[in-house]
């Protein structure tokens, strides 16, 4: 959805229509009007496609708090932007959703790798690595990062708007090691079955 005339977009799912969704509150602190654009309906209740999309458009993003799900694409045709998320659609019909019903095993054999199932497994493995590298950067960038924050509260631009917060949360945790040792009567009682297939790439 376009705010106004603006180039603004809010990216969002429901499974309501989008008029109704604006009633019952979306536009609640949105200055503008909101015009529905383009939408895309997915074969079931699937936020993936959603975050999908916010990971794709990340650089757009606007960073208020209050416009989580807005993004601002001032260098961007608005046909550019649907026919973007119309191949994002389409790839993600194709290669990420597809109907799938888990078999019970009946054997310890294993079935012999074929062309299809290397091609997947090696990407499967591509992707694993490449997400731990991620990963072990963005941890680098939180240390620096309260580092440099310290023990004030976050950090924010010269006009006041905040963009990162470090605050100081005390929670309650099970201690779930302890609650065995301490409970096995308990803990066998109240336990129940959970079966499934676990996928472990050797």
């Not at 620096?144 to 708007?161: F, H, Y």
């Not at 905040?162 to 040792?181: C, P, W, Y």
Request: aromatic share 8%; glycine share 4%.
């Amino acid at each position: 959805m376009r705010s106004g005339d603006t180039k603004r977009y809010k990216i969002g799912r429901t499974i309501n229509s989008v008029a109704k969704r604006v009633r019952h509150g979306l536009a609640t602190g949105n200055p503008d009007p909101l015009h529905e654009i383009a939408f895309w309906e997915l074969p079931v209740r699937h936020g993936d496609f959603e975050a999908l999309l916010h990971a794709e458009f990340y650089k757009y993003r606007m960073r208020a708090q209050e416009a989580t799900e807005f993004f601002d694409f001032k260098d961007m045709l608005e046909a550019d932007i649907i026919a973007s998320i119309q191949q994002l659609y389409d790839t993600f019909l194709d290669d990420l959703t597809f109907d799938y019903e888990p078999e019970e095993q009946a054997t310890d054999e294993c079935r012999v790798l074929n062309s299809t199932a290397e091609a997947l497994l090696n990407r499967r493995i591509a992707l694993s690595a490449e997400i731990r590298k991620r990963e072990i950067e963005m941890e680098s960038i939180d240390i620096r990062l309260k580092q440099i924050v310290g023990p004030s509260a976050g950090l924010c631009k010269d006009n006041g708007s905040i963009v990162l917060t470090l605050k100081t949360i005390t929670s309650q945790r099970m201690d779930q090691a302890a609650f065995k040792k301490d409970y096995p009567d308990l803990v066998t009682r109240y336990a129940t079955p959970h079966k499934y297939r676990s996928l472990r790439i050797l």
